[in-house]
């Protein structure tokens, strides 16, 4: 019983992760129907953003503001220059192939991908950067939470759950309860019909990617208070959110969320009662049956095109 | 039929229409392709015969070059080079066929000519003892990639375009998975895991084997070999697409009901494009492996999918002339890159091309130049005044001359190198979005900041450097030119 | 007319709670020309749907020449006789225009992948036979889609010339039945009077059974044996076309109720 609730407990870190980096593709799939490919490497850039933030406010073990100050400038400084990174992406890489078939945009997305692991392998180099997060307020943040059924919770991980949660529920609200959200969604259905109404598309879709492209900064940085980040973790863990997303039900909010959650666990799981190995296998394979069994995903909608 | 409107005709060898709608507009419509297509003055005469040679000339005299290329180059690595650049031809002739043809978006691909890969060597290698000869194995390869290019295929019926692509996606990361912990499935190891097998016997023809190597130099026997599969894989392709299963293909990649509705099997259709253009990446994974005699999950990267795609996509999706010569040009790209100096050829060429093709010879040229220079020049001086370690990094050649312009210091220090990246982002942003006067002041420090981004980072790591060029090749081709090279402007409503 | 060709009987649709079609019985004797009218929305375009097999009807049966053809698939049925255009076009656009009609072949000639990469005398001999095919079909439009035409690309056709190559695409599949979903939408009176002819055409010089779906009133006086009348996916009225142009229930259908008393 211990080993399920630290298995649980693994599975919903991880899986918070999954779901803000799932909500980023959920976002800009639904207004552009594009599968941003680099949007995984945006989370990395992120994580870096953070360590370099981290590093220049004295790092884990001296920091020169309160150890919570410390964490909330990490991860907003990770958000905005995440969001700034996603606008310029869109700006440069995809708005001109708004009209092109849709495989220019996927493939341009491929392109930026690329581009952004190998640009931080080339500035950063291929190692890994810790964040050393057990260094926080000497300890601290592992030492006080509380116990459940003698498994510890230590107080890092409630915080990272916590805020990850926050963050949706942010999101939920500002794409269901305010105007620019109701934008939004008027987009996703029928971007041409949204248009003539009078909105400005190119805004909803800039505020899509900011959206997007700031959760998954936040997601860098609870991913790199956990594990040492590198270069190339963009594309794996790009591409779990992206399965979290599909299936959730691509384009669907509550989808991305489930889902995510879902796949941490489904991974955590297998790699505590099976092998680490082959939890990437599971993984797929959840994925594919999912494709073939239940392409919609868990929430999404089918699309029923008139002949 | 009416006869009473008058209607132009173009030609006066034309018979007259007795009838149509009005002032010959539609045929005016029609000929407007032919007369955009053929330029005035003699470049015109020139293209309007060389559209006449017909292709197979065309792949004679590309094979009959390409086979000539091992009496001058007599170095073992040219000639690997050679042969993997033919390997790329054939792996850019398969996915041209999928995604060219048939429009299936195949993420997967790379995945088949692993399968062949791995085939080959489970069967012909000391890793089991078994030893098939390859003109059993070879085949058996091809037959297993088409049947698993089937099954992956198998989703497409109910998926379309982006979902497709995730789905074959993750059968490449899932190959990757098993290639990767093939060693412990069960207990039993059949792929030898991330060390991959690396004992594998090389070719064999009626008991004589085909030696991998002779005297540590590469044997130019593989690379005839490679180019006689080549040729086959050309012309059977060549013979596809101009028949009834091509043109039900091309259909399909247009629009997948109206060809339902015509009659064409379009789920059978798709298997069938699927699973040849698998066992073409296989039969290119057999002779692949044989020559390297070993094979590894990592050559089977999502980063080796995306070169392939970048040489069709290049090249020009949906021709065979096409993908060729942007396999071609991707690799000697790639090779290029590895090398300090060609490389550093390579970007003040692209540079000059790129700047006279922007400007002209024009006055707005001449003062690009001369303020990139003098930009230059002051930047060094004022490097240099610092501390002559700032400039001296450079040794000899080319690499010498030009340092006398761009910064190279003995030692980069990281920060000075991360910002100056960030710099030239943002220059290169800047400079796509600027016009005019704003235009001719930002180029200059952009051009700087690119030659000293490229003298002291990419230069000395051509690993990162080879794929940052490949990626940005790739947005940049998707704007500004995505029929590549030789692939025809497509049409398409959404 | 011949023996009946194609039977609908009791077909029903219905898409979440909208009913697009409901319990429609139609027929088509061979040799026929039929056309079918009505307002929007009332059903048309499904009725073509389900006949080519993209839709099944939820409740009937729909028989070609006796034998049922629902459940299956749009190909297997394209096969048995039935082609169709559609209201949207829908060619091969980047394809050349001869090869738009090359390809709707497929489903009468057999060479397979082996044959074609070996270019065996079988396989070259069918390509043969599918080019004059072609030919042919293209032929039947007069001066319009030929000579030079056939190797331009589909989309450099002018809005009227891709009509007609739909129509020459169709019958390249060798059908008995043609379905022609407002072949004459978008055309001005002459392109109009034409298409009329060419509809007569087909039936007289192609041996074609055609059912139409109309709006242009010329057209539909010009070609049909007899009319058929939807709204709301019922039958309506059926008959001649002064029959039904002067039914109570159709005028009122196009023009609703205050309009069909002054008829």
Request: aromatic residues 10%.
């Amino acid at each position: 019983m211990q080993f399920f609730i630290q298995l649980s407990l693994d599975g919903l870190t991880v899986g918070s992760v999954y779901a803000l980096v799932a909500l980023g593709y959920t976002l800009i799939y639904g207004v552009l129907k594009l599968l941003n490919f680099a949007h995984g490497d945006v989370f990395m850039v992120g994580s870096f953003i953070g360590y370099g933030v981290l590093q220049a406010l004295g790092g884990a073990s001296n920091p020169v503001v309160p150890v919570w100050l410390l964490l909330v400038l990490v991860t907003l400084a990770a958000m905005a220059g995440c969001a700034v990174l996603g606008v310029v992406i869109e700006r440069f890489a995809y708005r001109p192939l708004r009209n092109a078939p849709r495989i220019a945009p996927l493939i341009s997305a491929l392109g930026v991908s690329f581009f952004l692991s190998n640009s931080m392998q080339l500035e950063f180099g291929a190692q890994q950067f810790n964040y050393a997060s057990y260094n926080l307020s000497g300890g601290a943040l592992y030492f006080h939470g509380f116990d459940l059924d003698h498994v510890h919770i230590p107080l890092l991980r409630i915080i990272t759950i916590g805020s990850a949660f926050a963050l949706m529920v942010v999101l939920w609200f500002l794409v269901n309860r305010t105007r620019t959200g109701k934008a939004m969604r008027a987009t996703s259905f029928d971007r041409e019909a949204a248009a003539m109404l009078g909105i400005d598309i190119d805004r909803v879709i800039v505020f899509t990617f900011i959206l997007g492209s700031a959760l998954a900064g936040a997601a860098g940085v609870m991913f790199a208070l956990r594990v040492p980040t590198f270069a190339a973790v963009g594309f794996t863990t790009g591409l779990k959110g992206f399965t979290a997303a599909v299936i959730g039900g691509i384009g669907s909010i509550p989808g991305a969320m489930v889902g995510g959650i879902l796949l941490g666990c489904a991974e955590s799981y297998t790699a505590g009662y099976w092998t680490t190995a082959w939890s990437d296998l599971v993984v797929f394979s959840i994925l594919i049956a999912f494709m073939i069994f239940r392409p919609q995903g868990l929430f999404g909608r089918v699309d029923i095109r008139k002949v | 039929m009416s006869e009473w409107l008058p209607h132009e005709s173009e030609s006066p060898e034309e018979a007259v229409p007795t009838s149509g709608p009005a002032v010959g507009q539609d045929e005016w419509v029609a000929r407007e392709g032919e007369r955009r297509a053929s330029r005035a003055g003699w470049v015109g005469t020139v293209e309007a015969r060389l559209r006449r040679v017909p292709w197979w000339a065309w792949l004679t005299l590309f094979v009959a070059a390409g086979s000539a290329m091992p009496l001058f180059e007599s170095s073992g690595y040219v000639r690997l080079v050679g042969f993997n650049t033919v390997v790329y031809m054939m792996l850019a002739l398969g996915l041209n066929l999928v995604v060219g043809w048939g429009g299936l978006l195949d993420l997967g691909y790379i995945a088949f000519f692993g399968i062949g890969s791995y085939v080959y060597a489970i069967f012909d290698s000391a890793k089991f003892g078994y030893h098939v000869p390859s003109i059993l194995i070879v085949p058996a390869a091809v037959i297993v990639g088409a049947l698993v290019g089937l099954l992956v295929g198998l989703p497409s019926r109910r998926l379309s375009g982006d979902y497709l692509a995730i789905v074959t996606l993750f059968f490449l990361e899932l190959f990757e998975t098993v290639a990767t912990n093939g060693n412990q499935i069960f207990g039993h190891d059949i792929t030898g895991g991330s060390f991959g097998i690396s004992t594998v016997f090389p070719l064999s023809f009626a008991g004589h084997t085909l030696a991998v190597q002779h005297n540590g130099i590469f044997a130019v026997s593989y690379y005839y070999v490679a180019i006689v599969m080549f040729v086959i894989v050309y012309v059977a392709l060549f013979f596809v697409n101009n028949s009834r299963t091509g043109r039900a293909w091309r259909s399909l990649r247009e629009d997948p009901l109206a060809s339902e509705v015509m009659g064409m099997p379009v789920n059978w259709l798709k298997l069938m494009s699927f699973a040849t253009g698998a066992g073409v990446a296989a039969l290119a994974g057999t002779i692949s492996t044989a020559l390297n005699a070993s094979v590894y999950p990592l050559n089977f990267s999502p980063v080796v999918l995306i070169t392939i795609y970048a040489m069709v996509i290049l090249g020009g999706a949906g021709s065979q002339p096409g993908v060729v010569i942007g396999a071609f040009l991707v690799s000697v790209l790639l090779q290029v890159l590895q090398d300090p100096g060609q490389a550093r050829v390579l970007f003040y060429l692209v540079i000059v091309v790129g700047v006279i093709a922007a400007y002209r010879v024009s006055v707005r040229l001449a003062l690009v130049a001369a303020s990139t220079a003098v930009f230059g020049i002051a930047t060094h001086a004022i490097a240099a005044s610092f501390h002559h370690s700032w400039v001296d990094g450079a040794h000899g050649g080319l690499a010498g001359v030009i340092a006398n312009w761009v910064v190279v210091p003995e030692q980069l220090t990281p920060w000075v190198g991360q910002v100056s990246y960030l710099l030239l982002l943002v220059g290169m942003l800047c400079s796509t979005q600027l016009r005019g006067r704003l235009r001719l002041v930002a180029l200059p420090p952009t051009l700087y900041l690119a030659a000293f981004v490229w003298e002291n980072q990419m230069i000395p790591n051509p690993g990162p450097a080879r794929y940052i060029v490949l990626g940005l090749l790739l947005i940049v081709l998707m704007i500004v030119r995505p029929n590549g090279l030789l692939g025809e402007r497509r049409v398409e409503i959404n | 007319m011949g023996e009946r060709l194609l039977e609908l009987d009791g077909v029903s649709l219905a898409f979440g709670g909208l009913r697009c079609v409901s319990d429609l019985d139609l027929h088509v004797d061979e040799g026929e020309i039929v056309s079918v009218i009505g307002p929007n929305g009332a059903g048309k375009t499904t009725l073509f749907n389900l006949i080519t097999g993209i839709y099944e009807p939820d409740e009937g049966d729909i028989r070609l020449a006796g034998e049922s053809i629902v459940g299956l698939q749009p190909h297997q049925i394209t096969r048995r006789g039935i082609a169709r255009t559609f209201q949207t076009l829908r060619l091969f656009l980047n394809l050349t225009v001869k090869e738009n009609v090359m390809a709707a072949a497929y489903g009468h000639t057999k060479a397979g992948i082996f044959r074609s990469m070996l270019r065996t005398p079988g396989m070259r001999r069918e390509e043969r036979e599918i080019s004059e095919l072609a030919n042919e079909k293209l032929a039947f439009f007069g001066e319009r889609l030929m000579g030079y035409r056939w190797n331009q690309p589909a989309y450099s056709l002018s809005y009227a010339n891709r009509r007609r190559l739909e129509i020459a695409r169709a019958t390249a599949t060798n059908p008995r039945l043609l379905l022609l979903d407002e072949p004459a939408a978008g055309m001005n009176p002459v392109e109009t009077h034409e298409i009329t002819e060419l509809i007569g055409k087909l039936r007289t010089d192609g041996g074609y059974t055609i059912l139409v779906i109309e709006h242009d009133m010329h057209v539909v006086e010009g070609i049909s044996d007899r009319v058929v009348a939807l709204d709301h996916g019922t039958k309506i009225a059926e008959g001649t076309f002064v029959e039904v142009a002067t039914n109570q229930g159709v005028i009122e259908a196009y023009l609703g109720l205050g309009t069909a008393e002054t008829k």
